[in-house]
């Protein structure tokens, strides 16, 4: 998992006349688009996006290529592990007639794959997680965003995709970091050998690593930036994506079974000698648990900063727990109600400001939450862990978090307790909270 190591720095004050970050008419993903995908030759000469330094008098760095090919996995590794050892045991134990680097159930996410229509004569699939896997085919974009003048508004018109609107950057993220109707890492791909996801989207936007600087530039230019709200709206759109699985008819099901990937995967991986049954969820003990990580840190965001909407969330997140264990009411509709609720939820963060109180008050929650037994599940504390490190991150650059240093070793404390999901004791996470919890009272 990612470790972000807080650090201390002045914090940008949310600029004034930036446009509130409304929500934009849905875009197509870069693989539906319909427009040609030029490849990354295209965007990496050095006078466009490849020169080693940073330009000066630019308002974008230009060495995106460079970084993007040295250093982000989306380009050194993403494509090149479907050639190792492990991927041949996963296609092997799928029983693929393609050798992975050529199964499209693989290279959907491993790589950039779209339609064979709108692939270029310069794209190559080996380029991996490119450019246009994210921003976007380029046909109809690549002269205009160079024009003098061209503003991002009209880049998007011409078919480049909005990485900075929060909503839509989790949605990209998340179709490959999760998967949707189109992808998906089912059950029986991770019961092959493929690993188990982690995703949290501001956490991860920092560590991708960033090929751009979020200044006062980049904001006149695109939006008001708020990374906690990104973390919020990255919680919920990854709250939807489960939902939908179980929405579903196509993956919702294998067999007999229900696709076992939206549950907590220690409520059956774990040993039997441990009992682990509390009564958090409000279901009886032997039942199969919902991956309810998102939620939680839902929870705790909805708690301070939508307090109006808190008990209706909690009484649909309770609903939907009870229909899927069988303990009444039907899950399909509970579902719907839910990812319904989780709607309005979304529209009303997109607009939501966060003050350094929601943080700390945020942030309680969550180290409280955690003492009470409320991550007993590993995926609630992994998904907390980066929450409290990203939450105390955004409060040490507002100079906000007194004893820095101190704060990092015990928030290394909780990072050790969630480094092995195998070996993961909630009594142990408990153990570094309470250290977690001295370093950040005031
Ligand atoms: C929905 C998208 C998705 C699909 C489909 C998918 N993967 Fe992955 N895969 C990922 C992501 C994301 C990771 C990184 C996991 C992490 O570190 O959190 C990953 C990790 C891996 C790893 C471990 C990589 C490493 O660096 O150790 C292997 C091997 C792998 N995938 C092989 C495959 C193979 C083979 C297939 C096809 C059968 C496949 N994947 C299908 C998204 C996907
Ligand atoms: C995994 C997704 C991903 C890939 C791959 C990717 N980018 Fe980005 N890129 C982003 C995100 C997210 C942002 C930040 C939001 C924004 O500015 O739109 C961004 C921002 C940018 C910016 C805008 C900086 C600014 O100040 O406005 C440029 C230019 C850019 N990327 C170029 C590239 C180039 C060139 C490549 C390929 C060499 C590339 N990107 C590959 C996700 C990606
Ligand atoms: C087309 C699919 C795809 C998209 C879209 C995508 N990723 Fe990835 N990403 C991957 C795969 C596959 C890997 C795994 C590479 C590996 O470790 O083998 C990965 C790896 C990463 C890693 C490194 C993780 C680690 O364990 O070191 C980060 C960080 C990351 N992605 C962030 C993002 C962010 C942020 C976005 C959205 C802006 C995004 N990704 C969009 C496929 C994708
Ligand atoms: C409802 C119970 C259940 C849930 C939830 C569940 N699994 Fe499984 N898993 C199983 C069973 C049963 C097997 C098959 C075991 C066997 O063949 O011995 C299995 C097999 C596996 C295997 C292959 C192990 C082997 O020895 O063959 C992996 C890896 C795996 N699961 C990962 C996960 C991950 C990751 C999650 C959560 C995203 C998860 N499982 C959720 C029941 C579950």
């Known amino acids: 998992m990612r470790t972000l190591i807080l650090t201390l720095a002045l914090w940008v004050p949310a600029l004034a006349f930036a446009q509130a ?17 030029l490849g990354v030759v295209t965007c990496a000469s050095s006078l466009c996006h490849g020169s080693v330094t940073t330009w000066k008098d630019s308002n974008i760095l230009q060495n995106e ?6 250093v982000d996995k989306h380009a050194t590794k993403a494509y090149q592990i479907l050639f190792n050892e492990r991927s041949k045991k996963i296609a092997k134990n799928l029983g693929l007639t393609q050798p992975a680097h050529e199964a499209k ?23 991996g997680v490119s450019c246009e896997a994210c921003h976007g085919p380029a046909e109809r974009w690549v002269k205009s965003h160079t024009a003098p003048g061209a503003t991002h508004a009209e880049n998007v018109a011409n078919g480049l995709y909005p990485t900075d609107d929060p909503v839509a950057q989790a949605k990209l993220c998340l179709s490959c970091h999760f998967g949707n109707k189109d992808k998906f890492v089912t059950h029986r791909i991770m019961g092959s050998g493929h690993p188990r996801i982690t995703f949290e989207l501001e956490t991860f936007t920092q560590t991708q690593p960033p090929h751009f600087v979020i200044d006062d530039d980049w904001q006149k230019r695109k939006r008001q930036w708020d990374p906690v709200r990104v973390w919020a ?8 994506e489960i939902i939908d699985v179980l929405l579903d008819p196509k993956r919702s099901r294998d067999g007999l079974f229900p696709e076992l990937v939206v549950f907590d995967c220690h409520s059956c991986h774990h040993s039997m000698q441990d009992v682990r049954w509390t009564p958090r969820l409000g279901i009886g003990p032997g039942r199969i648990r919902l991956n309810d990580a998102n939620l939680l840190m839902l929870k705790q965001i909805i708690r301070r900063t939508l307090p109006g909407d808190e008990k209706n969330y909690n009484d649909l997140v309770l609903a939907m727990h009870k229909a899927v264990a069988g303990e009444g009411g039907d899950a399909i509709d509970a579902a719907r109600k839910l990812r319904a609720g989780l709607d309005v939820v979304i529209a009303k963060l997109s607009t939501r400001d966060f003050s350094n109180e929601d943080l700390r008050s945020i942030l309680a929650g969550l180290i409280e939450d955690g003492m009470n037994g409320q991550y007993s599940d590993y995926a609630g504390a992994e998904q907390a862990t980066m929450a409290m490190s990203s939450v105390m991150n955004f409060l040490a650059k507002r100079g906000e ?34 250290e977690l919890r001295k370093t950040v009272s005031r």
């Not at 290529?65 to 040295?70: C, E, K, M």
């Not at 950039?112 to 229509?117: F, G, L, M």
């Not at 240093?405 to 996470?429: F, I, R, T």
């Open 65 to 70: 290529y460079v970084t993007w090919s040295r």
């Open 401 to 434: 978090l007194k004893a820095v240093g101190n704060a990092n070793k015990a928030l290394s404390g909780v990072y050790d307790a969630v480094k092995d999901d195998e070996k993961y004791s909630p009594q142990k996470y408990q153990a570094a909270l309470s």
């Open 21 to 37: 970050a409304g929500q934009q008419a849905p875009h197509p993903l870069p693989y539906q688009s319909k427009d040609k995908n």
């Open 105 to 127: 159930i693989c290279t959907d996410c491993h790589g950039y794959v779209p339609a064979k229509e709108v692939q270029g004569e310069r794209f190559k699939i080996s380029d």
């Open 233 to 240: 709206i990255g919680q919920a759109l990854a709250a939807e």
